[in-house]
């Protein structure tokens, strides 16, 4: 009976022991505040792509999250972002945007989350090029050098690289090309991708051609290569804000200035996932680990995937800021 009684107790304290290693092993399982696919807009220049598939895996492996990135260009994942289509864009270049993120923003359906960091944009000609032609120092400039930057297809008129199309920056360069005139003079020849300006300027730099033509930074191109930004007029608010209009009847010319990189939501989403909006509104980046990550890209060839990945490892101080510390040991623990 004695016996009996002993190992009752056994199996009762054996099974107390396993229901709680189940329960704690339960607690310590990440539980993502929405169940469904989390959609990121994949817009297609690099720090956009690393530091999107940097929230991704933070979001996978640290929150239990599934996650998707939709590819898509600037204009058209705004729209996505209000439709709900997208439910986070990780980086709206507010400058570029102009009245179309406010327009969007006062509809009530989107709303900024962190300020990522600060970016640049210009119109650029490679060093080599001021050395040939030592007095080509503006955008006003440009005229009289048209035939040093000879468009393939309209031989009597130069070519200027603008920005891709479905670029939300492609309005600015547009109104700006417009605010000098260029069209008697400059063909506004205007790259399908990302990729595809790229690939023209590197190979037009690496046979030290003659080129000029719109990018930003942080990028690989613009640390990797010998540049001159031309120089523009002192920035003006109001001028730049007609600028950044596409309805902009008049416009006139001024400089960019900084431009404030953040992270928008779709308001719903936001409002469902109250703690993965803490963590977006937490994200913030140094320009040095952005360019670190940038040149890791340039130098390996690796997917944007991997290159977050390295930047996970290399820059532990900057993202566990972001996380609780159960999150970043489950984040550390998949690296």
């Not at 729209?79 to 179309?100: C, F, K, P, Q, Y």
């Not at 468009?151 to 605010?179: H, M």
């Not at 360019?291 to 990945?309: I, W």
Request: with cysteine; hydrophobic share 40%; aromatic share 12%.
């Amino acid at each position: 009976m004695l016996a009996t009684k002993n190992l009752v107790s056994i199996i009762i304290a054996t099974t107390a022991l396993i229901f709680a290693s189940i329960n704690i092993a339960t607690a310590a399982e990440p539980q993502c505040d929405v169940d469904r696919t989390i959609n990121f807009g994949g817009m297609s220049w690099e720090s956009n792509l690393v530091l999107t598939d940097v929230q991704r895996f933070i979001l996978e492996h640290g929150y239990g999250c599934q996650t998707d990135v939709l590819p898509t260009e600037t204009i058209p994942a705004l729209a996505a972002l209000e439709r709900g289509d997208l439910d986070v864009n990780t980086e709206i270049w507010l400058n570029s945007m102009g009245s179309i993120w406010d327009d969007a923003e006062k509809r009530g359906r989107v709303i900024r989350s962190t300020h990522l960091f600060q970016g640049g944009e210009g119109w650029f000609i490679p060093k080599y090029v001021q050395e040939r032609f030592p007095d080509l120092k503006s955008v006003a400039d440009l005229p009289k050098y048209k035939d040093e930057f000879q468009d393939p297809e309209s031989p009597d008129k130069g070519r200027f690289y603008g920005c891709p199309a479905g670029w939300s920056c492609e309005i600015l360069s547009t109104n700006l090309f417009k605010a000098y005139h260029l069209g008697d003079s400059f063909v506004y020849y205007q790259p399908g991708t990302g990729a595809a300006q790229k690939a023209a300027i590197m190979s037009e730099y690496r046979r030290q051609n003659n080129i000029v033509f719109y990018y930003w930074l942080p990028t690989p191109l613009v640390g990797s290569l010998d540049l001159v930004r031309l120089e523009l007029p002192e920035y003006d608010e109001e001028k730049y804000q007609c600028l950044s209009d596409p309805e902009c009847v008049n416009p006139e010319p001024s400089d960019y200035p900084d431009t404030p990189i953040f992270t928008a939501l779709n308001k719903k989403f936001a409002e469902e996932a109250p703690t993965l909006k803490a963590f977006f509104d937490s994200n913030k980046v140094p320009i040095e680990a952005i360019n670190a990550a940038l040149a890791e890209m340039e130098e390996s060839g690796d997917e944007s995937m991997e290159v977050a990945k390295w930047f996970l490892k290399q820059y532990p101080e900057v993202w566990t800021e972001w996380v609780p510390d159960d999150v970043a040991e489950r984040v550390q623990a998949a690296l």
